[in-house]
């Protein structure tokens, strides 16, 4: 069992930078790849980003890549998303989700996650 909660969300001005973090419970924390998705107003929730139990894979949706990075940091139980040079369109709540499959072919499915956090606003101002 894994517990998620993010923090780092706010309100950003376009090209501005902000930094999600991502803190789980759980002594098993270390095992699972680690994804960060996102909603935007009245859309679907859509894959952002995710990396894999060892830092060694990461995986960008292409909406994303260039300008986000994720990390971890399995001694901390932290996931974190670097975010810059936003856009409005960034505009959404960022979940942080964990999941024990690996590849991207799970990763960027919803359904690959076994694991959510409550979300985090971010909104960017154009």
């Known amino acids: 069992q894994v517990q998620l909660v993010e923090g780092g969300g706010g309100l950003v001005q376009a090209g501005g930078s902000l930094r999600l973090s991502c803190a789980a419970s759980?002594?098993?924390?270390?095992?699972?790849?680690l994804g960060w998705f996102r909603q935007p107003p009245g859309k679907e929730r859509e894959f952002v980003s995710a990396?894999?139990?060892?830092?060694?894979?990461?995986y960008y949706a292409d909406s994303v890549k260039g300008r986000f990075t994720i990390s971890r940091d399995n001694a901390k139980n932290m996931v974190n998303l670097q975010m810059n040079s936003l856009k409005p369109e960034d505009t959404a709540v960022y979940f942080c989700?964990?999941?024990?499959?690996?590849?991207?072919?799970?990763?960027?499915?919803?359904?690959?996650?076994?694991?959510w956090g409550q979300g985090t606003q971010v909104t960017v101002s154009s």
């Open positions: 989700a964990a999941t024990t499959f690996s590849g991207t072919y799970y990763w960027r499915r919803e359904e690959g996650y076994a694991f």
């Open positions: 759980g002594r098993t924390f270390g095992s699972y790849a």
């Open positions: 990396i894999s139990w060892n830092s060694g894979s990461t």
